[in-house]
């Protein structure tokens, strides 16, 4: 009986034992993966995942991005040399900012996050040449977006001088049909007089 005891004792220590010793195996295997270089993520795929998002889910994955930039923020203020982690932060930013339907979207930051890193530096990156074809792009695009709501807004100020052109021109008819009336009063009270 006593055998038996310290035999089920013993298996079960061994079954408390197995889930420990199996995650000390994977934390090690994962350090070990740590040390080997990343892939970077696949930024087209990573977009036209973006573009199946509603805002709302559009909305946290800008949080978790934002999250993950104030936990790295110290890496990426004191890193001068572009990073890898840097450059994906970078590159993720301006796709949240050139997303049409991004509660955040505004091209002039997404053009501007781009800028900020050279043809040069991407290309010494390990970017894809699909990602490096997608970004050179995309800041093709940016640049006509920006240029045609330079141009909208050109326009949205021309109309706002004709509108206030128009509206002063039609105070200034107001104040001259006020002067007729007055000036055909006087006349009518002259021709009264007068006879």
Known sequence: MLC????????SFLLLLLPALTGCQLLNTDNKSHHIKSVPP???????????????????KIHQHQLVSLAESVLIKQDESNSAETI????????????????VHN???????L?????????????????????????????????QLNELSQEKKARQ????AYQFQQQQLEVLQQQINQLRKIEHNINEHGQ
């Open 4 to 11: 038996s005891f310290y035999r089920i004792l013993s298996v």
């Open 88 to 103: 994906e932060w970078q590159l993720k930013s301006a796709l949240f900012f050139a997303l049409p339907h991004s509660p």
């Open 115 to 147: 800028n900020q890193l050279s043809f040069i530096t991407l290309s010494k990156n390990n970017l894809s040449q699909s990602d490096f074809a997608f970004f050179s792009m995309l800041k093709t695009q940016l640049n006509q977006q920006i240029l």
């Open 42 to 60: 696949d930024y087209t795929k990573y977009y036209l995942s973006l573009v199946e998002l509603n805002k709302a889910q559009i909305a946290d």
């Open 161 to 164: 001088l004709i509108k206030q």
């Open 107 to 113: 091209p002039f930051t997404a053009k501007s996050k």
